[in-house]
């Protein structure tokens, strides 16, 4: 079956709802006013040259229904250097998008076709340029496919996994400069979503920039040189530096996002100018953005709060939490912003994550027993962190998907979820952990006391308020549990070697799937996944390292998640989904506390187009990115 995304024709337009249109051009196009000054000198080409043939075309939004206004700029907070790549996130130009109904339409793509999620062909817009005004065409996909992805040297492993099925790559056609096809000999489902994700995977390189560090295209004495100059092992890893185009921090890489970084770390300050060749325009043919710069200022993590309450971020959710809702709203007034409260997406705003590859064998064989995982998550009260920690304002439940998610069903939520000692404490004493130091706690089966360490990243004081709650209802059922904060990179490399117990994360990024997003989140695929990091690694690595599943329902949950890959009709996807969905609760292979927690948002009351209401989410969702921040503008004084 072949399904074509046609995006020639202007249709109505939602908010957040983007068609492509030639419109703007029967309309004429509008130059933008801080731009005029380089148009009139030659410095650039006037806006009718620098925007595709046929643009993206963006409807109005929020509640003012009237164009935007141009100029100002967009302060915001972050917590690290490495943060400016949020604005790959936020800036959320895709080849292929989700809009605010989590659909995927066509974005840098004028269209594309896919016929049985098996063949890929995408259509680019004649005349879309980079950043730096080269054209962005095929060349650009070539380049990475043959140069990149299937060069020795800057990919020992080959292509990334969602470019193969069953370790076989695509067949990849340049029919013309505007016109590639992607063709996999079985259905490829992870394709599309994997570049429209907030870490989109980038098939396209600007090649015109990126020859220059590549011994194909420039003499070896020429690239040794430049290795020299800038200080790296080989031409590899220079070409590796100079190619992020996730991290955003090489001012020399052009971009198709809304905004481009002028500034080389390390720094404090970021800016962020418009791109003068962006693909999108307004309904009254107004080149976007609306905001002619972004300003990115740099503080630790623990004062981005108290900042934000200060007025010094125009938009602002990275680094805030609920707790800090009532200090926040205190500041309203008098620093001319307001707090909104958008919802989370995640399947659990804080999880415990089991470490089922842990290094010591008794601990290993513990959380192998269903019954342990079990009793461990009847033994946390809900209802008193629901209280305590939220204000009553959140579910109680498991790490599951959420009840805006079409897959929801209330027993997923609720399995094993029920505070219950009575039940935790037979269940472990089923087990045999019956005898006790004399602090009450249990002991295991070689004479060691039942204290569970759970390793943390360190970053919130919500991780240790909850986690001090759940200390106290274990402690009842025998179980004594201890917090041990690390460095992000350490915490998760201890546990990607097996030397945790158990970790605290969160649940899933995706509570609001539906079947036709993967499910891979629910079966090993990556190291990243804290509850069985080695599985994992064994699936995403193909055998080349890590462990093979030893469980037979985690053997299961691999198997389905393969056959979801092929399923021919969303029914069988669904069916997969619930069966996945339903193992986890009764398993628990991740044990959840809350979801639903509101996330503050605070927002100048100058800048418009921000909604009222949102969703807050990495995937799908690129935190504000559907809500398309080029979209944002600022009202006068």
């Not at 995977?201 to 015109?208: E, Q, R």
């Not at 770390?265 to 309904?283: C, G, L, M, T």
């Not at 691999?558 to 092929?566: A, D, G, I, Y």
Request: net charge neutral; proline share 7%.
């Amino acid at each position: 079956m072949k399904v074509i995304r046609w995006c020639r024709f202007m249709m109505v337009v939602t908010a957040g709802i983007f068609s492509l249109s030639v419109l703007a051009q029967s309309q004429g196009l509008t130059e933008v006013p801080s731009l005029l000054d380089a148009v009139r000198s030659g410095q650039l080409p006037p806006v009718q040259q620098r925007v595709p043939k046929t643009p993206a075309v963006v409807g109005f939004q929020g509640t003012e229904n009237s164009p935007g206004r141009y100029g100002g700029e967009l302060r915001l907070l972050m917590g690290k250097a490495r943060d400016i790549r949020m604005m790959v996130v936020y800036g959320y130009a895709r080849l292929v998008a989700y809009d605010q109904q989590f659909e995927l339409f066509a974005d840098l793509l004028e269209r594309y076709e896919v016929e049985d999620n098996r063949v890929f062909t995408f259509y680019l817009r004649r005349g879309h340029r980079w950043s730096d005004g080269h054209p962005f065409t095929t060349e650009d996909f070539r380049y990475y496919w043959e140069d990149v992805a299937n060069n020795k040297d800057l990919s020992p492993f080959g292509p990334t996994q969602a470019l193969l099925i069953d370790g076989k790559p695509p067949e990849v056609e340049i029919i013309n400069e505007t016109t590639i096809r992607y063709r996999w000999h079985k259905p490829n489902p992870f394709f599309l979503p994997g570049i429209a994700g907030p870490r989109p995977m980038f098939i396209y390189l600007p090649a015109h920039y990126l020859k220059q560090f590549h011994p194909r295209y420039t003499k070896a004495t020429e690239v040794e040189k430049k290795v020299a100059q800038a200080g790296t092992r080989n031409w590899a890893g220079l070409h590796h530096r100079m190619a992020r185009m996730y991290k955003s921090d090489n001012p020399d890489l052009p971009t198709l996002h809304p905004w481009v970084n002028t500034t080389r770390p390390p720094s404090e300050r970021f800016i962020f100018k418009r791109n003068p060749y962006y693909h999108r325009v307004d309904s009254n043919g107004k080149q976007l953005p609306y905001i002619d710069r972004v300003i990115v200022n740099i503080a630790s993590s623990s004062l981005v709060p108290a900042k934000t309450g200060a007025g010094e971020s125009d938009l602002q959710a990275r680094y805030l939490r609920l707790d800090n809702y009532t200090f926040l709203k205190a500041g309203e007034q008098r620093n001319n912003y307001s707090v909104r409260l958008w919802r989370t997406a995640k399947g659990s705003q804080m999880a415990l994550y089991p470490n089922l590859n842990a290094n010591d064998l008794v601990w290993r064989e513990l959380l192998h027993d269903i019954r342990f995982r079990r009793a461990l998550s009847l033994a946390i009260h809900r209802h008193e962190i629901n209280q305590v920690i939220y204000f009553g304002l959140v579910l109680e439940s498991n790490n599951t998907v959420l009840p805006q998610s079409p897959l929801f069903r209330p027993e997923f939520q609720q399995s094993w979820a029920d505070f219950d000692l009575q039940q935790a404490n037979a269940l472990l004493d089923d087990i045999g952990l019956t005898e006790y130091d004399d602090r009450g706690v249990r002991l295991l089966p070689d004479g060691r006391p039942l204290e569970i360490i759970v390793q943390t990243a360190g970053e919130s004081t919500e991780e240790t308020d909850v986690l001090e709650l759940i200390h106290d209802s274990w402690l009842q059922a025998g179980v004594k549990l201890y917090t041990r904060p690390s460095q992000r990179e350490v915490f998760r490399n201890r546990t990607f070697a097996g030397d945790t117990i158990m970790a605290v994360w969160a649940g899933l990024s995706n509570g609001i799937a539906t079947a036709d997003m993967s499910p891979e989140e629910l079966a090993p695929t990556s190291q990243q996944q804290l509850q069985w990091p080695k599985w994992g690694q064994y699936v995403e690595t193909r055998g080349r390292s890590g462990q093979s599943p030893i469980i037979d329902s985690v053997e299961q949950l691999s198997k389905l998640n393969e056959q979801w890959r092929f399923a021919a009709t969303r029914e069988e996807r669904e069916r997969i989904w619930h069966t996945m969905l339903k193992t986890h609760a009764d398993q628990q292979f991740t044990i959840g506390t809350v979801c639903g927690v509101p996330q503050p948002v605070v927002v100048n009351n100058r800048l418009r187009n921000i909604p009222e209401e949102g969703i807050y989410n990495w995937e799908p969702g690129s935190y504000f990115g559907i809500y398309r921040p080029d979209t944002f503008w600022f009202a006068q004084e």
